[in-house]
């Protein structure tokens, strides 16, 4: 998995699950770091796994920077998306009872005004 796409994502669901601001742009500023990273550059610290090297970059980001660089999905990315419920739960019984679908009628498709109106 691309870090910078697992970073991206775990910032949207601890947003989603309203944690504490500073949490999700901790994850979002680290996605902009490793996002600015050379090819050669993420290598090197692939190789050396030396993320935390990097100012920026603290040692819960720098474990889901390594796992993706790896090829796995991390696990932390894993535990926030498994802790994440539905939204709402409201609406069911309305949306449950909806039928046909959605449209609008005007002069023009009822065939009152003629189309160039």
Do not use: C, F, N
Request: net charge neutral; no cysteine; hydrophobic share 40%.
């Amino acid at each position: 998995m691309d870090p910078v796409e697992a970073l991206r994502e775990i910032a949207y669901w601890l947003e989603r699950s309203r944690a504490e601001t500073h949490r999700v742009k901790a994850y979002r500023r680290a996605a902009d770091i490793v996002e600015a990273l050379s090819d050669e550059q993420r290598d090197r610290l692939g190789r050396t796994g030396t993320w935390a090297a990097l100012s920026g970059i603290g040692p819960k980001t720098a474990a889901v920077i390594a796992e993706a660089y790896a090829g796995g999905v991390p696990a932390y990315l894993t535990e926030v998306k498994s802790k994440a419920g539905q939204i709402g739960e409201g609406g069911r019984a309305l949306l449950a009872a909806l039928r046909g679908d959605l449209h609008t009628h005007s002069d023009w498709s009822d065939g009152v005004a003629p189309s160039g109106r």
